[in-house]
């Protein structure tokens, strides 16, 4: 299957960020990550322009003062000071573990109502405990695991997205497993394509990701087509509200694709402070200007001239959703990497 993304050229570049990361920082360890996000600490990065050209070695870009504006809020550094980056797994989307509204500004009183929480979906916490498990296969006791990042890009400001998450693949350094291609194959993620993927990328997804569909893998097994009503009980408690973990033998249920459901919570909560008057989440998603993509058979038979769609066409009043993950190509909101003067990051240095 060939995919010509429109609007869009295929990098020649490559960037290998290699690290580890630590399991403890994971949900149902100490931390509360889930299993499409990892927070890599750096011990190199390098980078090639094309795939004949040699690496530029000890690239210190990220290091020395590198900010995106996080969803257009203010500056923020890619790498902290402990030199660790968010790494958001290219081409998935696992189950919400945590989620809370976004653009809405809740009182304290509101907040004390519980529309402030983090709201998850079903399967959220059974997908970590199902990579934790198959990460523990690498794990030499220590709880780190080596692991290197690959994404193919040209540019710096290539490698992040709107949030400033570090968008790529990720193998664990022993094995060259590749855990973006292990979580949509055993169906612990739903594939999630975007603009910004080449054909290769989003071939390999795919391919792995049709299969755990047909064969109703993990998730499949409850993936709806209807969007599911919302669950004002269905959230993650901080561990002073709640010590004891989501039962993951029993965190199962009617699921929808995460960017339903991201939006469907700031809906919710918006309807219940009267900032959001939509009568349906379709009329609310038809309102985000930018949420827009490519649908995926028009792009193999139009390519280039394939058109733009609102989100919003694909879903019904009555709640019916008329694509399955694998349909869609969303349109990645671009980030720009800067300095501390504000101006734009170019050079592999």
Same mark, same amino acid.
């Given at each position: 299957m060939s995919i010509p993304i429109p609007k869009y050229r295929e990098f020649k570049g490559l960037v290998e960020i290699n690290g580890s990361f630590e399991l403890d920082k994971f949900y149902y360890r100490n931390g509360r990550s889930d299993a499409d996000t990892i927070?890599?600490?750096?011990?190199?990065?390098?980078?090639?322009?094309?795939?004949?050209?040699?690496?530029?070695?000890?690239?210190?870009?990220?290091?020395?003062g590198a900010y995106v504006r996080k969803n257009k809020g203010k500056p923020e550094p890619v790498v902290n000071d402990n030199n660790v980056v968010s790494i958001r797994l290219q081409g998935i989307d696992a189950p919400e573990l945590?989620?809370?509204?976004?653009?809405?500004?809740? /009182? !304290?009183?509101?907040?004390?109502?519980?529309?402030?929480?983090?709201? $998850? *979906?079903?399967?959220?916490?059974?997908?970590?405990h199902e990579l934790l498990n198959f990460l523990?296969?690498?794990?030499?006791?220590?709880?780190?695991?080596?692991?290197?990042?690959?994404?193919?890009?040209?540019?710096?400001?290539?490698?992040?997205?709107?949030y400033g998450r570090c968008v790529g693949e990720i193998e664990i350094v022993e094995k060259e497993t590749n855990l973006n291609h292990w979580l949509v194959q055993e169906g612990w993620a739903f594939p999630a394509y975007y603009n910004s993927m080449t054909e290769k990328e989003i071939n390999d997804i795919d391919t792995k990701s049709k299969q755990a569909h047909n064969n109703h893998k993990g998730i499949w097994k409850d993936y709806s087509s209807v969007v599911v009503p919302f669950d004002w009980s269905l959230y993650l408690p901080s561990k002073k509200e709640s010590p004891t973990p989501?039962?993951?033998? /029993? !965190?199962?249920?009617?699921?929808?694709?995460?960017?339903?459901?991201? $939006? *469907?919570v700031t809906y919710e909560v918006g309807r219940?402070?009267?900032?959001?008057?939509?009568?349906?989440?379709?009329?609310?998603?038809?309102?985000?200007?930018?949420?827009?993509?490519?649908?995926?058979?028009?792009?193999?038979?139009?390519?280039?001239?394939?058109?733009?769609?609102?989100?919003?066409?694909?879903i019904e009043q009555d709640g019916k959703i008329d694509f399955s993950p694998r349909d869609l190509v969303f349109i990645e909101k671009e980030a720009s990497l800067k300095d501390s003067d504000g101006n734009k990051i170019e050079k592999w240095i």
């Open positions: 927070n890599l600490s750096i011990k190199s990065v390098r980078f090639k322009p094309s795939e004949s050209a040699n690496w530029i070695e000890d690239v210190k870009v990220f290091f020395n945590h989620y809370n509204e976004q653009g809405l500004t809740l /009182t !304290d009183e509101q907040k004390k109502q519980g529309l402030g929480k983090e709201f $998850r *979906q079903h399967w959220g916490g059974r997908c970590v523990s296969n690498y794990d030499d006791g220590s709880g780190i695991i080596n692991a290197k990042v690959l994404s193919k890009v040209d540019s710096p400001s290539d490698l992040f997205d709107t989501i039962d993951y033998k /029993t !965190d199962v249920g009617d699921v929808n694709f995460p960017k339903i459901f991201r $939006r *469907q219940k402070i009267k900032k959001i008057n939509e009568q349906s989440l379709k009329d609310y998603i038809e309102t985000i200007k930018d949420d827009v993509c490519y649908d995926l058979e028009e792009v193999l038979e139009k390519g280039e001239n394939a058109s733009i769609y609102k989100i919003a066409k694909f």
